[in-house]
């Protein structure tokens, strides 16, 4: 006698719709916690990378802004240095220390130039046309030492300025070793050739 087919039915779950919902709904609910496990898997990953690149990328900031800082310097000195040579008399960088800024005074006649005569007279437009912008240090940067290779005889200081290094009307300087660093450590040396007037950056230990 042939069995009756409808009764194998649920013993196969061949037709078990309900089961197969249930299986469903199961797998529905691990996948959302895997997902969700996932996710706080990710986070912590995440909190960790950014532990870890934080400092490194606050370091290369600090770098970035000191290397700017001492390039600015460079600048200044040689736009004053082509100042001398422009107006045809003495050209100085005197540090502010109350300030902490660096900032050009240039002696001498204006340049020669196109705007008319009748404006360059004016003392705004004469600064313009003469001086470089001047450089304000930063908070955490300091000048910690200066030597004047040929200091003039006639040194123009006061309470609160101090002259970096002067340039003649041919282009030489009196000529100067200045050391800046920041409060992290970081540090350079910048050397004007007496000879020359033109200021470069030194490698090499400041003594």
Do not use: C, K
Request: hydrophobic residues 40%; aromatic residues 4%; glycine residues 6%.
């Amino acid at each position: 006698m042939e069995p009756d087919r409808a009764l194998l039915r649920p013993s196969l779950g061949v037709f078990a719709p309900e089961a197969a919902s249930n299986a469903r709904g199961s797998h529905r609910r691990v996948s959302r916690a895997f997902t969700l496990i996932e996710m706080i898997v990710l986070i912590i990953i995440v909190a960790i990378l950014a532990s870890i690149a934080a400092p490194r990328y606050s370091g290369f900031m600090d770098r970035a802004a000191f290397e700017r800082t001492t390039e600015e310097i460079v600048a200044l000195l040689a736009q004053t240095r082509e100042a001398a040579l422009r107006s045809g008399g003495e050209a100085r960088v005197v540090v502010d220390s109350q300030i902490g800024m660096l900032r050009s005074e240039v002696d001498g006649s204006p340049p020669d130039t196109d705007v008319p005569s009748d404006l360059i007279e004016a003392d705004s437009v004469r600064d313009a046309l003469v001086r470089p912008r001047p450089v304000m240090l930063p908070d955490d940067v300091v000048i910690v030492d200066r030597v004047e290779f040929d200091p003039p005889a006639d040194e123009r200081r006061s309470s609160r300025t101090i002259t970096l290094v002067a340039f003649r009307e041919d282009g030489t300087s009196t000529g100067a070793r200045v050391a800046i660093a920041s409060r992290d450590g970081r540090r350079a040396v910048l050397e004007t050739s007496p000879s020359t007037g033109r200021t470069r950056m030194v490698n090499e230990e400041y003594e």
